[in-house]
């Protein structure tokens, strides 16, 4: 089995992670391309929730760099192709972008509470409430906690959107650990 190229450090209670994904297409001398990606996950939460069926939902914050803002685009086009452009250049370009926007983002999540409020302030990823709950549940932040489930209602209810019935059942689940909150 081939290993992924990847580095990771513990940031605060969290765990970042910077990876490579190959372009499908790489070949030769024509195609030689690659995409950052950067994940935020937790460590601890897998192993609070280790007897609930949700135990392997431990990733928050990720995905291809070009959703990460002020990410600069020179030299990507949803990949670096090191077949197209100089490589040095390109090096030179993920460098900076990894010191100056990769390394804030990450540094902006170190608690469970500025993740919490990053998504509330953003009003995204409705569907990683059950999760977030969880991590409130964690560190025993009840008003934390309600006011994640509160945020996820609020827009079910104005939206209409239909959620997967996974999402639905997990926030069940978590009305009903709120109402047992000691």
Known sequence: MKSEMCFKRNCG?????????KNKWNGGNEVCAFKPILLIYSV????????SKENNRSG??????????GWSTKYF??????????NFEIIETLKENLIKIGI??????????????????NE????????????????DDKEKAESILNWFLDFQEISQKEFH??????????????????
Not at 13 to 21: A, G, K, L, P, Y
Not at 60 to 69: A, D, M, Q, R, T
Not at 114 to 121: A, M, N, P
């Open 165 to 182: 019935e996974d999402t639905l059942d997990r926030i069940e689940n978590c009305k009903i650990k709120l109402k047992n909150w000691l």
């Open 44 to 51: 601890e939460l897998p192993k609070y929730l280790k007897t």
């Open 77 to 86: 086009d949803g990949y670096y192709n090191l077949a197209k452009d100089d």
């Open 60 to 69: 928050f914050l990720g995905g291809s760099v070009e959703y990460i803002e």
């Open 104 to 121: 804030p983002y990450f540094e902006s999540f170190e608690t469970y509470k500025e993740l919490v409020d990053h998504y509330i302030k």
């Open 13 to 21: 209670e969290f765990v970042n992670e910077i990876s490579f994904q």
């Open 124 to 139: 995204k990823r409705y569907y990683i409430a059950p999760s977030l709950f969880n991590l409130c549940e964690m560190h």
